[in-house]
């Protein structure tokens, strides 16, 4: 399914569930009342992801690089002679092809990425609302969802690495989203597993794989289906509360 067409679908997805938990009237301005505009810059990670759902040959079919500054009478000749391709810098290509790379060359990590299916789709209903998620491979030779993230830092350190990450994104929330998915959806769903799949977009371009405990998956379970409860019940309401309005202590720690 195409990307574009499954973002499309009127459903409910676990980065709606991470974004409405802050604050469900930020949520529903950005993400159901403001029309965005499609543009054609492609962030690191996603060119990453591209790479890796279409390989070399293809990826360069689809995305053009060039250094062509955007804005430029050249610029704007070459979108018009390549209306089918997706054009992007020749150094966001350049870090992508040497991230690809070091992904390929990691044994662990290419056995992840190996004999499995690519950003595939699914939809599903809880309590009859719709709701969906996009694993970025699946691998049932090994019976694992990977997802892969590209963060300034893979170390495993609570304080400035990837699980400063986990906990600030909730990350977790995918994980237990996306497995709970697996196990209704696939009839070996209940074998799989979730590994965050975790690449430094600076040379070394240092790689680390991460699972989560399984008291940390309960608990982030919980988690999360909480808030798509919340979800439904401010949906079905139609009023999107913003933050309270008394004042609050704040917690530093």
């Known amino acids: 399914l195409p990307e574009a067409t499954y973002r499309s679908e009127d459903a409910i997805s676990q980065s709606a569930l991470r974004s409405f938990h802050l604050s469900p009237s930020p949520y529903h301005y950005y993400h159901q009342s403001k029309n965005f505009i499609p543009t054609r810059s492609m962030d690191t990670g996603t060119l990453l992801h591209a790479l890796v759902e279409l390989g070399t040959e293809a990826f360069k079919s689809r995305y053009l690089a060039t250094d062509l500054r955007r804005g430029t009478k050249a610029f704007k000749e070459l979108i018009a002679q390549y209306p089918e391709k997706n054009v992007i810098k020749t150094a966001d290509e350049r870090l992508a092809f040497a991230m690809y790379d070091a992904l390929r060359a990691h044994k662990v990590a290419a056995s992840l990425f190996a004999d499995g299916v690519s950003e595939e789709s699914w939809f599903d209903l809880y309590n009859d609302h719709k709701t969906k998620g996009r694993w970025d491979y699946r691998n049932p030779k090994l ?29 977790d929330w995918q994980a237990a ?12 769903g209940d074998q799989y597993s979730f590994v ?8 070394p371009y240092a790689i680390a794989l991460y699972t989560l405990a399984p008291e940390d ?3 982030a379970t919980a988690e999360v289906f909480s808030c798509l409860d919340r979800f439904i019940e401010v949906k079905e309401s139609g009023i999107w509360p913003s933050y309270e309005e008394e004042v609050k202590t704040l917690m530093l720690r």
């Open 143 to 171: 019976k694992v969802l990977v997802d892969l993230k590209t963060t300034q830092s893979a170390s495993p350190c609570p304080y400035t690495g990837f699980a400063k990450s986990v906990n600030k994104l909730h990350y």
């Open 217 to 219: 998956l309960e608990t």
């Open 177 to 188: 989203f996306y497995l709970a998915a697996a196990k209704r959806l696939l009839p070996d």
């Open 196 to 203: 965050f799949v975790t690449i430094e977009p600076i040379y």
